[in-house]
């Protein structure tokens, strides 16, 4: 049994009428890269911003490293939420001098995460010069400047280039395989299926859904094929035994899912004898995006 | 405590409207401070009389009149201070940095002290410098120096600094309350200078010296330190600190501080 780094339960919290968070049970295991998903206004945000400390709760409970929760936790835990928030005025070094104190860190990892994040050059520029990219990459050096067990980040891309989005994700999964846990908040599921090693669900505050990303992905969403002649194709897919489903895609080739006992031989062997080849066949991986669409959905 | 200071002292350093805001304090407090001889001279010479009396020879600044007569002039100045404070604890909210502050691992108490630490600096700094301007301008203008003259009413020093943290900290509960520090600065000004005074005109006019007067925030803090200058024409003022002043206004700064407290750790930072 690994240790908690988190436990979530009966977690309330209403804003007025509206019931944001709603007694919501999680755990966190350390070493976990853990997804937490849902739409925007499932409660994401409010839930982590009660776990650190700057929203109140209204029920439940919460731990930190199997503690109840107190402010010196949070110096062992490395967060940013929503946008990065820094002194405008204040060179991206000053401000990280200011976290150092408040973190109780030695000022010589400044430099260190800086390079890491790959600001080092830009260090001693002011705050409100720097593009949305260079202040997302300033909050995760503040995030990693106490070399923390624990990794908070609330929608860690928003904004970048695909070229910020696959640094950032690469600096994820360098992270990650230190050893250290990661909660990960996102509505970018392709984010999640890449990085994360188990989520969950939120939806409308409650959870729906919480397992293992290894798990939800095994298996295949049936093939993708196409022929010369596809109208032909499709008929005779449409006439086979077995076939649940089929769409055609925007690369003129059908999706065709199957039941459970096909074997995707006998319907290859069987378009054969009926005169057709196939110029592509491959699985269609199971995706996190389907899903999660499905659990909203439901 | 030295740590808090040390953060407050890097959020303020390199803050061009800080820094502005201070110098400007200091010149201004530094000439109220040193110019009141000049100003009495060249009363004399426009051939200004109080009733008979030169105003040259006023013993301005003469122990013990000094500290009574020094602290009254820089209270006039403790708006500067207010609105460094307010600047200072709104931009915390406007930059959302009061909620970073406290994800990196601040608690909510430790907050508000590295709050009240800088108030006491200011405070703190502003004692000294009319410790040591009084001190100056004591012995060059008093015709002999004795010691217990000079300790006499020095304690008039440690009322300033009870008025000024006070006042701040009402100007930081304004700040937490309204989160904007062009709204923080107008309402306190406005309520400072023209509903307090109202309240205050319509109580007296109602029945003299209404108990409910002394009772009033901005009044409290005044009242530390009163009127010194009718004693040159000869009227009677009050050249202590009273007893009572000294409750209300601790009263006062113990309600605030509970107030400020209460707005940073129980509402929702967002």
Same mark, same amino acid.
């Given at each position: 049994?690994?240790?908690?780094?988190?436990?979530? +339960?009966?977690?309330?919290?209403?804003?007025?009428?509206?019931?944001?968070?709603?007694?919501?049970?999680?755990?966190?295991?350390?070493?976990?890269?853990?997804?937490?998903?849902?739409?925007?206004?499932?409660?994401?945000?409010?839930?982590?911003?009660?776990?650190?400390?700057?929203?109140?709760?209204?029920?439940?409970?919460?731990?930190?490293?199997?503690?109840?929760?107190?402010?010196?936790?949070?110096?062992?835990?490395?967060?940013?939420?929503?946008?990065?928030?820094?002194?405008?005025?204040?060179?991206?070094?000053?401000?990280?001098?200011?976290?150092?104190?408040?973190?109780?860190?030695?000022?010589?990892?400044?430099?260190?995460?800086?390079?890491?994040?790959?600001?080092?050059?830009?260090?001693?520029?002011?705050?409100?010069?720097?593009?949305?990219?260079?202040?997302?990459?300033?909050?995760?050096?503040?995030?990693?400047?106490?070399?923390?067990?624990?990794?908070?980040?609330?929608?860690?891309?928003?904004?970048?280039?695909?070229?910020?989005?696959?640094?950032?994700?690469?600096?994820?999964?360098?992270?990650?395989?230190?050893?250290?846990?990661?909660?990960?908040?996102?509505?970018?599921?392709?984010?999640?299926?890449?990085?994360?090693?188990?989520?969950?669900?939120?939806?409308?505050?409650?959870?729906?859904?919480?397992?293992?990303?290894?798990?939800?992905?095994?298996?295949?969403?049936?093939?993708?094929?196409?022929?010369?002649?596809?109208?032909?194709?499709?008929?005779?897919?449409?006439?086979?035994?077995?076939?649940?489903?089929?769409?055609?895609?925007?690369?003129?080739?059908?999706?065709?899912?199957?039941?459970?006992?096909?074997?995707?031989?006998?319907?290859?062997?069987?378009?054969?004898?009926?005169?057709?080849?196939?110029?592509?066949?491959?699985?269609?991986?199971?995706?996190?995006?389907?899903?999660?669409?499905?659990?909203?959905?439901? | 405590?030295?740590?808090?200071?040390?953060?407050?002292?890097?959020?303020?350093?390199?803050?061009?409207?800080?820094?502005?805001?201070?110098?400007?304090?200091?010149?201004?407090?530094?000439?109220?401070?040193?110019?009141?001889?000049?100003?009495? +001279?060249?009363?004399?010479?426009?051939?200004?009389?109080?009733?008979?009396?030169?105003?040259?020879?006023?013993?301005?600044?003469?122990?013990?009149?000094?500290?009574?007569?020094?602290?009254?002039?820089?209270?006039?100045?403790?708006?500067?201070?207010?609105?460094?404070?307010?600047?200072?604890?709104?931009?915390?909210?406007?930059?959302?940095?009061?909620?970073?502050?406290?994800?990196?691992?601040?608690?909510?108490?430790?907050?508000?002290?590295?709050?009240?630490?800088?108030?006491?600096?200011?405070?703190?700094?502003?004692?000294?410098?009319?410790?040591?301007?009084?001190?100056?301008?004591?012995?060059?203008?008093?015709?002999?120096?004795?010691?217990?003259?000079?300790?006499?009413?020095?304690?008039?020093?440690?009322?300033?600094?009870?008025?000024?943290?006070?006042?701040?900290?009402?100007?930081?509960?304004?700040?937490?309350?309204?989160?904007?520090?062009?709204?923080?600065?107008?309402?306190?000004?406005?309520?400072?200078?023209?509903?307090?005074?109202?309240?205050?005109?319509?109580?007296?006019?109602?029945?003299?010296?209404?108990?409910?007067?002394?009772?009033?925030?901005?009044?409290?803090?005044?009242?530390?330190?009163?009127?010194?200058?009718?004693?040159?024409?000869?009227?009677?003022?009050?050249?202590?600190?009273?007893?009572?002043?000294?409750?209300?206004?601790?009263?006062?700064?113990?309600?605030?501080?509970?107030?400020?407290?209460?707005?940073?750790?129980?509402?929702?930072?967002?």
């Amino acid at each position: 049994m690994r240790e908690n780094i988190l436990k979530i +339960s009966g977690l309330t919290k209403h804003y007025g009428k509206i019931t944001a968070v709603n007694a919501l049970d999680l755990e966190i295991k350390k070493g976990n890269v853990f997804g937490l998903l849902g739409p925007n206004g499932s409660g994401k945000s409010t839930t982590l911003g009660i776990i650190l400390g700057v929203t109140q709760k209204s029920s439940g409970e919460y731990q930190w490293f199997d503690q109840q929760p107190i402010a010196s936790q949070r110096k062992r835990i490395g967060a940013i939420l929503e946008s990065p928030t820094f002194y405008p005025y204040l060179s991206g070094v000053q401000n990280l001098k200011i976290v150092c104190r408040i973190k109780d860190v030695p000022q010589q990892r400044i430099d260190e995460v800086l390079k890491i994040v790959g600001l080092y050059e830009r260090g001693r520029s002011p705050f409100k010069t720097y593009s949305l990219g260079m202040k997302q990459r300033l909050a995760i050096a503040s995030a990693l400047l106490s070399d923390p067990e624990v990794l908070i980040l609330d929608e860690p891309t928003n904004g970048l280039d695909p070229q910020g989005i696959a640094e950032i994700r690469q600096l994820i999964l360098e992270i990650a395989a230190g050893g250290k846990t990661i909660i990960l908040a996102s509505h970018l599921l392709d984010e999640v299926q890449k990085v994360c090693t188990h989520f969950a669900v939120l939806k409308n505050g409650k959870k729906i859904f919480t397992g293992s990303v290894a798990e939800s992905l095994s298996g295949n969403d049936g093939v993708e094929i196409s022929s010369f002649n596809i109208e032909q194709l499709e008929e005779l897919a449409k006439a086979y035994k077995g076939v649940k489903q089929i769409k055609k895609n925007n690369l003129n080739r059908l999706e065709v899912q199957f039941d459970d006992q096909v074997n995707i031989l006998e319907f290859h062997q069987y378009l054969i004898e009926k005169g057709i080849v196939l110029n592509h066949l491959a699985y269609i991986n199971k995706s996190l995006e389907k899903q999660f669409l499905e659990l909203l959905s439901a | 405590m030295w740590k808090l200071l040390q953060i407050e002292w890097l959020k303020l350093k390199n803050y061009k409207t800080f820094n502005r805001l201070a110098i400007l304090y200091f010149i201004l407090l530094l000439l109220i401070l040193s110019s009141v001889k000049l100003i009495l +001279s060249w009363m004399e010479n426009s051939g200004v009389e109080f009733q008979g009396i030169s105003p040259n020879i006023i013993p301005f600044y003469d122990f013990p009149d000094v500290w009574q007569n020094l602290t009254y002039l820089a209270s006039y100045l403790k708006f500067f201070l207010a609105f460094i404070v307010i600047i200072s604890v709104t931009n915390e909210y406007s930059f959302r940095t009061i909620r970073q502050n406290i994800i990196d691992g601040m608690s909510p108490q430790s907050f508000l002290w590295s709050k009240q630490v800088m108030i006491f600096t200011f405070s703190l700094v502003n004692m000294l410098v009319l410790f040591v301007a009084g001190t100056i301008m004591g012995l060059i203008h008093s015709y002999t120096f004795e010691p217990h003259l000079f300790f006499t009413g020095i304690e008039f020093l440690l009322a300033h600094f009870l008025e000024l943290i006070t006042f701040l900290n009402l100007a930081m509960l304004i700040s937490l309350l309204l989160k904007k520090s062009g709204f923080a600065i107008i309402a306190l000004c406005f309520y400072a200078l023209f509903v307090e005074p109202s309240l205050v005109a319509y109580l007296n006019y109602k029945s003299d010296d209404h108990w409910l007067i002394t009772l009033f925030p901005i009044n409290a803090v005044n009242n530390l330190v009163k009127v010194p200058f009718q004693r040159y024409v000869f009227m009677e003022i009050q050249n202590y600190v009273a007893i009572g002043s000294l409750i209300i206004a601790l009263g006062w700064y113990g309600l605030c501080l509970f107030f400020n407290y209460l707005l940073i750790a129980k509402r929702d930072i967002a």
